[in-house]
């Protein structure tokens, strides 16, 4: 049975040169005993992005994040406004952005939860070179940065599909 990520991939879609093909999203990083965890629901607005990362910044200085905050940053940013301009808003007009860093590893994972249930151009997403050609935009940054990007669909109590989770992991160096 095909996946919502086989459905939402082109058949023209082509792997990154020296990366695996990621047609199928790899698995969310769970169960993660998590350091420092942060969560928060966001109105849906044209500068929500900027918000995000205004936001992202002040709670990972708290938190005390090893890593490079103004990757981190980017990339929620990043998260955030295609969850704004390319999802779907919850019923209350708001996405949800989580942060959680992996007490063993140190990574962060940076969430953003919308109401669309699918990922169309995942495949084209994260496969994308880290290497700059032209003006970076959107999860170009991802692979730049040695991220890691996967999605999943999220469900409610009943176990009906209510949207998705995109999770980024970002490693401390």
Known sequence: MPSSADAAMSKTEKPRAGAPDVA????????VEPAFA???????????????RER????????RWQGNVDKATRVAKQLVDNAANHGEFFPDGTITLRLIVDAETRELLIEVEDARHDFPG???????????V???KGLWWVAHYKGRLSW?????????????????VLPVS
């Open 24 to 31: 199928m999203p790899p698995a969310l990083k769970t169960g």
């Open 38 to 52: 942060w969560s928060v629901a966001m109105v849906a607005g044209t500068d929500v992005g900027s918000l995000a």
């Open 56 to 63: 992202v910044r002040s709670a990972l200085m708290d938190g």
């Open 122 to 132: 995942f495949a084209e997403a994260a496969n994308q070179s880290g290497s700059v």
């Open 134 to 136: 032209g003006r970076p």
């Open 152 to 168: 999943d669909v999220k469900k409610g109590d009943d176990g009906e599909a209510v949207g998705k989770t995109v999770q980024v």
